[in-house]
């Protein structure tokens, strides 16, 4: 089974930490991948970011498909950029790491908070749990005021801060378990749920297992409906290759 | 990896049917064993038996803790009966089968309807994805008709009711895939995804997916706040085995 | 008219707590009778509890049945435990002191708050919440941190607690009302409303007026849909006397 | 016990027959009163007759607080206007009659559906299921298209509507009980449900035994908050009698 | 263009400061006309304030209706009272300055506080919130505790409480913007902004430009349902001109 | 007042379209002018198409701000695609025609029903009603199953099967008004109104109008918050441009 885990940024190192994090659950039979597109920006933190890496995503799906033999892909940004593109674009099964956080964090705990990096991208995450229909089982979108490139440039700073929100969830929100809000925490999960005393989801982590599940069960993704492929159209400019 | 499928009714022949679907689908490394309480209803169809055999359940997740070894359970039955009370009761994570094949089927179609045995169970499935938050999700929750035991009686019958009543909802219901919405129907999933041309999603499998995927992530029922283990106290009478 | 008050856990001096409460608000023509399991916890304070407690609300509510001449049940747990497994069993009204808290504070108040024992048991409540459609009109579900047998054993200290949490409620809630989140806290109304200054809604009390109220219109259980008795079955072992 | 039952249309043969059906159901001891705005449109039938109507609802609650001696008040429109203004005018409780309904409906069955009399007042009824949180409760608004006051110029025609609508209701809904959605249908209850079989819930009865709940209960409309007395001021012209 | 601003209180001086307000942000070819009921309460703090207020709404649409001419009525007090009851009565577009505002606040921020005059009144903005659809978008609904009246009477003190009120939601709502709840703040729009430094979107000013946009887009209230103009019929006693 | 006019999708003819239709509602003092992406598929018509409209709709918006003097742009295709994206990248207001349909179409009828290209794209539509709070507002999304391009190359049958789905629409549905659901038909409004019998929304012609509201009143994009404008940060590849 091959697993695609596509980071939506375009920070090398940041693909690099996370295929490790991905690898690390993987089940023996699992052969990870980690990529990230040719063309976007460095990190993704507001919605002009999350909108220019959804093309990215896609043309990374594109090319997986192009290069053949993948059972699955998962999209390790907490916004699940271009979630609903990428699966029109595959049969494999495409998984978002913020879903994938909410539907395990679910199965553990009968509340939970999330900790994110900025609380300018908390506002994604609202979104994102109103849409799927998880709001009420969170409690509450914090954040730890980390930018996204600070969890590689200092990670023991942000490990720290984000530590430190976590226990302010703990005393005050209600709740049995965390999800991690950022895909370039995926690596952090152990420390911080042995420092927070909490169990801590982290999507990454969430998705690879979630992803093996659904290949283990033969399914794909719907072509009945709204994620069948692509109606064919020409696309103009420098999108001309996706056209049909 | 242990996962203990239990399920909720007392009809051994149904036990075996579905640990042989669960075995069908569970990875390599995973030994499943299947059981049933000693004590309920022979099928569930209301919420009388329901409430009957969520103690069943705990029971059978309270016997599963004093073997030991057991790494997961899955509750075969699709009310989910028992499933807060079964997380109470162990740091091992619990998995009901409608949790499991609603969370599943959002990954793989933007919608879906259920089709269920008997309609007077119908709302025991809308009473869920309306408490889970899936209800947006589904279109209709549709009935077959055919009674729980009538799915081993006459499988040949059953299944066929069930296929229409999919094509049914393939035709109007505007969904990309079926949830199945019974336990007893574990076996069927292929044979009725195959002829109805549409991905079916059925939760004892779904669910045995998940739970190795909870394991492999190293996460446990959270035992801080509602699913700690239950506050000792005496029982009486022919619970007194259960009290402390 | 004739109304059984059944005491979901089995400490029978609350039972008799519970039945003098009920009788003190019931019309000059009410009979009031009251209850408990023969088996189950002696008190309820989690999903473990209340799954058990709910096969001896079952159980009592058959018993009724056998004995004749009830009218209407009420389940004295604020959990609403057994509530669609017993309406199952019988065409008379049966009423949980939840839903008649909720229902009744929304008739004397824009908005109100639960003060519950403990906040493990708390998320029932907002369960129920949800469930029944009230979320929109609570503000906030409390806990004051008593244990349920402590309102027994030093009714003092609960009292004052109970207050206490009352007066934040009142302060920083903004409501109109209070509902107090267990059958134990039966007869503590009038008391705490006095010193609380706010009207102060309890579910037995309101449980039995609903009770009193849907007899008086001549109301019954509907038996069509999910609420029609039991499919006739077997039941196995503990449980036999329970099948048909 | 005194509770004054408000029509809130100015038609007096309507009140006499709404007062009639409520004291049917009443309790021995208690008093019905009915009585009707002097001002207003003889039948409400729209969004512009009910604004009206709230005023007469008001005024007559006001007049029965100089009158003295009110322990309750029931608004016997469907649409429950004036509801939360006469809530601001008495410490007596004020009960609509929809409201009621939605209440007793939910405790005898798990779903509903309302029949109306007219589709354009359907609208009201969707808005009140959705305030007061009962929208996931009713399946379906219906109407009969019987405009109000043909209840009265020709009941066997209207009976007959109506029981049509409430048995496509019955057949097309899942549903266990009906819900009568206008106050004017009082009196044809017993004989809808009989013909429909089906249990039939109907406003003004059902408010009836709720207003005898409440003031059997102590419980009082909340003086903390939005139900305040309203605050003192002038009102000018034909309204100038309610300033203070 | 003519748009009729209808302030619902009857405190003339009120209806001239809305009425100058709303001249300033007019369209060029757009005439402003302010007016109010005949009769009424002098400000609206409450429903029953709100309730007899709707009525005066209602008629002096009737007013502008027989005066002709008027292409839209903007109602200028933040319960919307009266809204559906005044869009029966014309072909013009009705709009209440809390819709107005909502809808506004959406377009320029993810999520917004509402400041109104009193607490009490609050209630009135969530249940218009969660009506419209815009709950969510809504962070909080604060008061500054200023009497309606005594805008006028003390601007200065009235503009610095409610900027205090504003700051606080800036500092704590993780907001974008603010929306004022009282159309007697229409003045005050700008100052506040200013001081506050963030948007401030206030009902008047909103309603206003969005009434030059349904007019100019050529659409009127639908008469297709439940908008229709109201079924004719007798209304008697002071109604009496209101009736057919 | 300049209003920028986007169409995201490449198709230059439709972009005269949608022009001259904003332009025949725009107030004198408006200027108009309609522009597409360089970049792009030629329609939009699922999720992928959209993504990548997305950037291109993000991108003319910074040519615009590069040109200078615009004072509001509006999205004129009507999944708002890249609509939270474009608000971080200007301070002038940015409105969506889907948004701008469903706020009008609230202010003129109870209830509406969409009527839209493809039943694939039906479900972008269901999810912004969601997301925005509009659901409970919307009978039913509809589809003429006319590809987006058709409306260009056979408009008379595109009219022909749009007025059909509408027709059904108002005999089915019970609603006031029709919200029509693609950029693409903004010319065909007043025809379709006609025929139909009902008043019809659309987006390009109420986005222009609501842009010039907001204009009008000052208001802009609040920069407290999500809607700031991007983190500074480098993009790679194609998009280096975008960064800084």
């Known amino acids: 089974m091959h697993i695609r885990i596509i980071n939506p ?5 940041m693909t690099a930490t996370i295929g490790e994090a991905a690898q690390r659950v993987a089940a023996p039979g699992t052969r990870i991948s980690a990529t990230q597109p040719e063309h976007g920006p460095v990190s993704i933190e507001g919605h002009f970011d999350e909108a220019v890496s ?45 879903e994938a956080a909410f539907h395990v964090a679910t199965m553990i705990a009968t509340r939970f908070s999330v900790v994110t990096t900025l609380a300018r991208t908390g506002i994604i995450a609202e979104h ?18 980390v930018p996204v490139l600070d969890l590689e440039r200092d990670p023991d700073a942000a490990v720290q801060r984000i530590v430190e929100e976590c226990l302010r969830a703990k005393a005050e929100d209600g709740i049995g378990a965390i999800v991690l809000g950022c895909g370039g925490m995926a690596h952090m999960r152990a420390q911080i749920s042995e420092t927070v005393g909490l169990p801590v989801v982290e999507g990454v982590t969430a998705a690879v297992k979630l992803a093996e599940g659904l290949v283990g069960l033969g399914l794909q993704t719907s072509k009945h409906g709204d994620l069948d492929f692509p109606r064919p159209k020409p696309f103009i400019g420098r999108y001309a290759h996706l056209g049909t």
């Open 54 to 98: 959804a093309v990215g995503v896609a043309e990374t799906v594109l090319a997986g498909e192009r290069e053949g033999g993948i059972d699955a892909y998962v999209i390790a940004c907490f916004g699940d950029p271009g979630l609903a593109a990428a699966r029109e674009l595959t049969r494999a099964p495409v998984i978002g790491i913020a």
């Open 128 to 145: 994102l749990l109103q849409s799927y229909g998880f709001a009420h089982h969170c409690r509450r979108v914090r954040a730890a005021e």
């Open 9 to 13: 940024n375009t920070t090398a190192s």
